[in-house]
């Protein structure tokens, strides 16, 4: 897999991780939303090497503008 490949896989995770976050705030007592935000978490860490959700959305992002990946729209 090539880094554009790699920017474009980390894309759509943090993508899929800010759709699922935007469920989750806006109904944190649903539990099949809570289970799909956290498991989006769980892709994104795996991704970025993070632990944390946050830090692995900053990681993300940091690394998709260094790339000069992303839509800009996150």
């Keep these: ?3 554009s490949q790699v920017g474009e896989e980390i894309e759509v995770k943090l993508k899929h991780y800010r759709w699922w976050q935007s469920r989750f ?3 944190p007592a649903d539990a099949r939303v809570r289970a799909r935000f956290e498991r989006s978490v769980e ?3 795996a991704a970025t090497g993070e632990r944390c959700g946050r830090e692995a959305a900053s990681t993300a992002e940091r ?3 260094s790339t000069g990946g992303g839509s800009g729209d996150s």
Excluded: E, P, Y
């Design 63 to 65: 690394r998709l503008r």
């Design 25 to 27: 705030l806006a109904s």
């Design 1 to 3: 897999m090539d880094a």
């Design 43 to 45: 892709v994104l860490c």
